[in-house]
């Protein structure tokens, strides 16, 4: 079974400096990868996705995360921060397709704190 | 803004009762899913509801299930509530298709005392 693995459970991170969300997942298989964000007290929201196609995938805030297939990872990367981007981040795999129905397996989530 | 609507936003149940939860779809989506979200962890898959049917189930016991109707909205019904049962209900919407997003709805917290 798919299984994601958030290496960090908290990243504190001062304002303007760059950051890296680790993310790996089990299966070399072909699989859609997510990175979703939770604002707090709010539901998730989708940040940015790799179905297939280019390795590096960017979101329209300046996040970007690259598709490892070797290494089975999908690290998320922004080159600077601001205290908006305080939240839990996750990381998702999907293997659709492979069965009947759509299924979304979360990692457990990576606490980040930008720090003024 | 996602489109997903849920409600109540927050409820208070006690052990043994029983809940529905509730979920509007995103316009055009034709499935949903229902998440469970426990404080501190990541959501798990409770099940998926497709053309009306169940069509995909996580590891949840059957006293957990659900409704789509033919307006696509939905319902998740948890019975015999118990304490580990608190946490934050989450209803996605997506077209059933492979690589498909799936759109999150804000949610719905349920305490279980």
């Known amino acids: 079974a798919q299984s994601v693995t958030q290496l960090d459970s908290q990243v504190p991170v001062f304002e303007e400096a760059p950051v890296e969300l680790r993310c790996n997942y089990s299966s070399s298989v072909s699989v859609y990868l997510f990175w979703y964000v939770q604002y707090p007290n709010q539901g998730l929201q989708l940040l940015l996705k790799y179905l297939s196609g280019s390795t590096l995938v960017e979101s329209i805030n300046g996040f970007e995360a690259e598709f490892n297939k070797s290494q089975t990872s999908f690290h998320l990367r922004k080159p600077s921060v601001h205290i908006s981007d305080t939240a839990e981040y996750f990381c998702?795999?999907?293997?659709?397709?492979?069965?009947?129905?759509?299924?979304?397996?979360f990692g457990p989530g990576t606490s980040l704190s930008v720090i003024p | 803004e996602t489109g997903v609507t849920q409600s109540p936003t927050h409820l208070i149940k006690t052990r043994g009762q029983q809940v529905t939860l509730r979920c509007s779809s995103q316009s055009g989506h034709n499935t949903v899913s229902w998440y469970q979200q426990a404080l501190g962890q990541g959501p798990q898959f409770i099940f998926q509801y497709y053309r009306e049917e169940e069509n995909g189930r996580g590891n949840f016991p059957p006293r957990f299930s659900g409704l789509q109707f033919p307006n696509y909205s939905s319902e998740l019904n948890v019975n015999a509530l118990e304490l580990d049962d608190s946490a934050l209900y989450l209803c996605?919407?997506?077209?059933?298709?492979?690589?498909?997003?799936?759109?999150f709805g804000e949610g719905s917290w349920l305490t279980v005392v």
């Open positions: 998702a795999v999907s293997d659709w397709g492979k069965t009947s129905y759509d299924k979304v397996i």
């Open positions: 996605a919407s997506s077209l059933a298709a492979s690589g498909n997003t799936i759109y």
